[in-house]
């Protein structure tokens, strides 16, 4: 417990070395639209929370996300059991992802703005965008790593076929797919705000676009704080569901790395 | 670490221990059996003519040194391997896939991680149908044959290398099985944990007696536990030899003090030796005085 502690505290220490470093260089500079003090930004926090415009640019990126996120879940998963049940469609699929795969989703904005206008939809195309590859790639990855040891008990036990699927291969895929949603639902998250600077007219991006050319500066550093805080909110709360669902795999990521 | 306790079975707090009727099967015959493996090119012969015959409730000891094909010799009895020529025979009848009449128990890591220590000895009972919650009643039972009644609910991380091998024993055996292949089942373990592994896995079969097909490259372990010893030799890959076992059953401790222990120890030792030697060309001929 003490070196978890230690780890919080020096935690805590580096953010506010940001934030002291932060008051002196706005001091120094002394120009509250190139760098507001952190006190004019919890001054634009609390406006914004009580105009409300925060919690509904919040909800609408919230909202996209989710929908965007789901849509590349479903997907890719579906993909992926159809790569695994009907070989052929691997050689098929995997050269036009390998294709696709290095295309930021920021470049996807202007065709998106073209395909589906401004609005809800083309955020909805990049952020599924951003979301499919990485969990595509690790649920293929997972698909891949059972354990020869693992098919062999549990066939010299009795298992057939759909046993097999579904008690060795399903399981042992599974915490590598939970890997793909996490990862995938943090660069959804990236795109989302990306999708919204260009192509959207509510949002977290929008937001820090809106104000960026209202000079709203303390605004601009709301948006991005709580694009940050909700970022890491989603990991943290990922890797804790992650120990909780699969205590096993943190063993072996342990014995892995000694 | 706490060391383990290797807990007898306990009779007060268990149902009497229904002996599963095995009605003299149990068989294993394997008839000029051979195994090659290609690869690289080249073909590898694992195993050459194999013919060996292992009668119901038999224990039997593949002794050898490494690369003498015995895990092949167990993987091709499991169902796991296929033979290139000759048959291997299960009471009269070719074996052509794995069942759970003869289920392994490997060296290590082959308990399913994301299940509890209950639901892997349930698993097998779960595959030839059983409702999961008498599978699981099952299973309780043959935990606590192996002294890990207390233990159900743990994952195999959260268990020491010894009890997931206690675990993996209690797995084989919930599903009743008349012959159990045993894969260098305790070659990972501690000096300590062996032993106390070799006289519990007696206890247990001497009230059983399905046959055993033992794969390991300890002798002592061999000796202690087998009827009959199994030699496999080097290059070719063909039965060196085979030992009857003359130490008188039950077996305990004592029994390593004994001289009939001690001279089959000695000539199996001289033997392995020899076999071991032919991958180290002339080398020992060389540095003699």
């Given at each position: 417990m003490r070196p978890l502690v230690r780890a919080g505290l020096l935690g805590l220490t580096g953010i506010a070395l940001l934030f002291a470093a932060w008051t002196i260089a706005a001091r120094k500079l002394d120009n509250t639209i190139l760098l507001p003090p952190p006190t004019a930004l919890l001054a634009g926090l609390r406006e914004t929370l009580l105009d409300g415009t925060l919690v509904r640019d919040l909800a609408a990126s919230l909202k996209r996300v989710l929908c965007g996120f789901g849509l590349a879940a479903t997907t890719a998963l579906a993909l992926v059991v159809a790569t695994v049940s009907f070989r052929p469609m691997r050689q098929l699929v995997l050269p036009v992802l390998a294709l696709l795969r290095?295309?930021?989703?920021?470049?996807?904005v202007p065709i998106a703005i073209l395909w589906?206008?401004?609005?809800?939809s083309p955020s909805y195309f990049v952020t599924a965008v951003a979301a499919f590859f990485p969990i595509f790639v690790n649920s293929l990855a997972g698909v891949g790593i059972v354990e020869e040891q693992h098919l062999r008990a549990a066939r010299c036990l009795g298992a057939g076929r759909l046993a097999l699927i579904r008690f060795v291969y399903l399981p042992s895929a599974l915490p590598n797919v939970f890997t793909g949603l996490k990862v995938g639902l943090g660069q959804s998250w990236m795109a989302v705000v990306t999708a919204e600077l260009i192509a959207a007219q509510s949002g977290l991006g929008y937001m820090i676009e809106l104000n960026r050319l209202q000079l709203e500066t303390p605004r601009v550093l709301v948006g991005m704080l709580v694009i940050a805080v909700v970022g890491a909110l989603m990991t943290l709360s990922l890797s804790w569901a992650e120990t909780l669902l699969f205590p096993w795999r943190l063993q072996q990521r342990r014995k892995g790395t000694t | 670490m706490a060391h383990e306790q290797l807990a007898l079975p306990s009779r007060q707090n268990t149902t009497p221990l229904p002996r599963p009727s095995l009605h003299g099967r149990g068989a294993v015959t394997l008839d000029s059996l051979s195994v090659r493996f290609a690869g690289g090119g080249r073909e590898a012969v694992a195993l050459a003519n194999v013919d060996l015959a292992i009668a119901p409730g038999e224990f039997v000891a593949i002794l050898g040194p490494s690369g003498c094909g015995k895990s092949t010799l167990l993987n091709v009895i499991a169902g796991f391997e296929r033979p290139s020529a000759g048959r291997v025979l299960v009471d009269g009848g070719p074996v052509s896939t794995p069942g759970p009449d003869r289920p392994v128990v490997f060296?290590?890591?082959?308990?399913?991680?994301?299940?509890s220590a209950l639901d892997n000895v349930a698993f097998g009972l779960r595959m030839a149908g059983q409702a999961s919650t008498r599978a699981r009643e099952r299973a309780r039972h043959y935990l606590g044959l192996v002294g890990l009644g207390d233990f159900h609910h743990r994952y195999p991380h959260e268990l020491s290398g010894g009890m997931q091998q206690r675990v993996g024993l209690a797995r084989a055996l919930a599903v009743e099985p008349t012959i159990l292949l045993m894969d260098e089942p305790f070659g990972a373990l501690d000096a300590q944990t062996r032993v106390l592994m070799q006289e519990q896995l007696l206890r247990l079969w001497e009230r059983w007696r399905h046959t055993v097909v033992f794969v390991t490259h300890d002798i002592d372990e061999a000796v202690f536990l087998a009827d009959r010893i199994v030699v496999l030799g080097l290059l070719p890959n063909i039965v060196r030899g085979a030992f009857d076992v003359a130490l008188s059953r039950p077996r305990s401790r004592g029994a390593r003090a004994s001289a009939a222990y001690q001279s089959l120890y000695n000539a199996l030792f001289d033997l392995i030796r020899q076999e071991s030697q032919k991958t180290f060309g002339t080398t020992d001929t060389v540095t003699a005085p």
């Open positions: 290095p295309i930021p989703p920021i470049a996807w589906f206008g401004l609005g809800d | 060296q290590q890591h082959s308990l399913f991680p994301w299940m």
